[in-house]
């Protein structure tokens, strides 16, 4: 059966994944490429231990990074100086903190929110008094 590209054109990393997913191809693919990995002196074991390593590491770190929180200077910064910072620069994207921190996210959005109201509260409540 014919491959694009070849099998024995792709990379060695590409064929350890090949290999590592074995279910996702079909067993004459896997074949070849485990022949073209004993072409190249690769050995399966290692390099499917290797790769399993790597994408335990992955889903650790993508763990880690949910569950990372907001400092309290960045509260703060949020809650304080967001609203003001947002209608200076109308940008919003300083609140996005980075793909994976989802709490972080969620607590940036939050704070940012709270210092809004906040902030629109001393606004109306300096014009209800005569503050201003």
């Known amino acids: 059966m014919h491959y694009s590209p070849?099998?024995?054109?792709?990379?060695?990393?590409q064929l350890i994944d090949l290999v590592a997913n074995s279910n996702d191809w079909e067993p004459e693919a896997v074949e070849m490429a485990k022949n073209e990995l004993n072409k190249r002196e690769v050995s399966l074991d290692i390099a499917i231990k290797k790769k399993k390593n790597q994408l335990k590491y992955r889903r650790r770190i993508e763990k880690i990074r949910a569950k990372v929180e907001l400092s309290t200077i960045d509260k703060c910064f949020m809650f304080f100086l967001g609203p003001v910072v947002f209608f200076i620069l109308r940008d919003f994207s300083f609140v996005y903190v980075g793909n994976g921190y989802q709490k972080k996210n969620r607590q940036s959005l939050i704070y940012f929110i709270f210092g809004l109201v906040f902030w629109f509260g001393i606004i109306i409540g300096s014009v209800y008094w005569g503050l201003a």
């Open 6 to 13: 070849s099998i024995e054109s792709r990379p060695t990393e």
